[in-house]
Antibody, heavy 125, light 113 residues
């Protein structure tokens, strides 16, 4: 089982940017899909976007399109989520999670079976 | 976009008794490959979510067999045959029909004692 280890908590000013990392240990994730979710205080889970490190194909929730960039470095098995123009509503715990990617001939989706420990991002003036 | 709803949003349970959570999607989660892309996650207090059930009814290795997932199309159910104290937390259903282009979580069901 792959362990996902995320970077530490961040405190940012409104209008600034934050970049959170997610490193896989005990395996690689180049053929998987790495998703980023967030959870505002007392709220539910919200999908932000995903990347398939092998192809660098990214997908974003519409509401974050243009403000979030997800990247991956296959050489270090690390994925990154950068969010710009931060506002107080972006205060949340951000999680990365791994899931499989189906092909036309095989099912590789088995749920988001590995999650990072979460990174708290606080946006405050 | 696919919208997910859950009921109830809060559930008070008694240890040893059964419990059930309903999840509905705004469109069928049956893929053309024959699989239903609906997962169940449990988030215990202060922890990251953990996968319980994937593709509608497949229990993850290590998850107690008191947990079961069922349903089809747009209506799904998570059942706990006999609730234990360690089952407290928030349960989320999530659609993955559009994986990897998009995922949607339900609002969550808080289970406590």
């Amino acid at each position: 089982q792959v362990q996902l280890v995320q970077s530490g908590a961040e405190v940012k000013k409104p209008g600034s940017s934050v970049k959170v990392s997610c490193k896989a240990s005990g395996g690689t994730f180049s053929s998987d899909n790495i998703s980023w979710m967030r959870q505002a205080p007392g709220q539910g889970l919200e999908w932000v976007g995903s990347i398939i490190p092998m192809s660098h194909i990214t997908n974003y929730a519409q509401r974050f399109q243009g403000r979030v960039t997800i990247t991956a470095d296959k050489s270090t098995n690390t994925a990154y989520m950068e969010m710009r123009s931060l506002r107080s509503e972006d205060t949340a715990v951000y999680y990365c999670a791994r899931s499989g990617v189906d092909t036309p001939t095989a099912i590789y989706y088995f749920g988001m079976d590995d999650w990072g420990q979460g990174t708290t991002v606080i946006v405050s003036s | 976009d696919i919208v997910m709803t859950q009921s109830p949003l809060s559930l008070t349970v008694t240890p040893g008794e059964p419990a059930s959570i309903s999840c509905r999607s705004s469109q069928s989660l049956l893929h053309s490959n024959g699989y239903t892309y609906l997962d169940w996650y449990l988030q215990k207090p202060g922890q990251s979510p953990q996968l319980l059930i994937y593709l509608g009814s497949n229990r993850v290795s290590g998850v107690p067999d008191r947990f079961s997932g069922s349903g089809s199309g747009t209506h799904f159910t998570l059942k706990i045959s006999r609730v234990e104290a360690e089952d407290a937390g928030v349960y989320y259903c999530m659609q993955a029909l559009q994986s990897p282009r998009g995922f949607t979580f339900g609002p969550g069901t808080k289970v406590d004692f």
